[in-house]
């Protein structure tokens, strides 16, 4: 399997702009994770689902920020309108169940100017 | 809520030295489960160990030692003969089991890592 594939890998954004993130986790995997990483904070869990169903978005940071899984190989995080204190590596994981390891991705490092 | 400390920011040692990180937990769940991620520069996550409540006793993986202490609420890391290669961020994490509906909380809650650098 090829992992956790997240795009872009990189975002440059101006203030205000929406920004979507995207994520096909390993095939099989029923839980998919959303995380931020920053300087100041570390790593947050955002949402996390569990068979394409959200099941605990108390991370979400605001209203600007939504995220959906149409199916079992795809996710997206939007960030609507985007801010410059939304800059931060946002992560994709996947795991087979709960409390199993996850398995991340590459990371989207979003700049938002 | 689950809180995971990791008490020591960044660490430096010499080639060939041995090394120990620190992670000490919290919870009210009896049945949880602990993690070690690395970090390397290139960014990505490497899941290391996954360890249960349950199952106190110590692993060797190679280099790689971890010490489970339910009495303290420690799961520490050891490496030992630090190479080069070992320079990263290390992670500890929790994960309970009560859902968070039932007022616990399931998600992966990190430490806020130890950055290790290893010199030649």
């Known amino acids: 399997d090829a992992g956790v594939i997240q795009s872009p890998r990189h975002e440059v954004t101006e203030m205000g702009q929406e920004v979507t993130l995207r994520c096909k986790p390993i095939?099989?995997?029923?839980?998919l994770f959303w995380y931020r990483q920053t300087m100041m904070r570390g790593l947050e869990l955002l949402i996390y689902f569990n068979n394409n169903v959200p099941i605990d978005d108390s991370g979400m940071p605001e209203d600007r920020f939504s995220a959906k899984m149409p199916n079992a190989s795809f996710s997206t995080l939007k960030i609507q309108p985007s801010e410059p204190r939304d800059s931060a590596v946002y992560f994709c994981?996947?795991?087979?169940?709960?409390?199993?390891?996850?398995?991340f991705g590459q990371g989207t490092r979003l700049t938002v100017v | 809520a689950q809180k995971v400390t990791q008490a020591q920011t960044e660490i430096s040692v010499v080639e060939k030295e041995d090394v120990t990180l620190d992670c000490v937990y919290e919870?009210?769940?009896?049945?949880?489960?602990l993690f070690w991620y690395k970090q390397p520069p290139s960014g990505e996550l490497v899941f290391l160990i996954r360890r249960n409540s349950f199952d106190e006793q110590n692993e060797i993986s190679g280099r790689y030692s971890w010490n489970f202490q339910k009495s303290t609420s420690s799961f520490n890391f050891t490496i030992t003969a630090s190479q080069v290669v070992d320079s990263a961020v290390y992670f500890c994490?929790?994960?309970?089991?009560?859902?968070?509906?039932?007022?616990?909380?399931?998600?992966?809650?990190f430490g806020k890592g130890t950055k290790l650098t290893v010199n030649p």
């Open positions: 095939s099989g995997h029923d839980y």
């Open positions: 994490a929790l994960s309970e089991t009560t859902s968070h509906t039932q007022g616990g909380s399931e998600k992966l809650v």
């Open positions: 994981a996947s795991s087979l169940y709960m409390n199993t390891e996850a398995f």
């Open positions: 919870t009210r769940d009896t049945t949880y489960y």
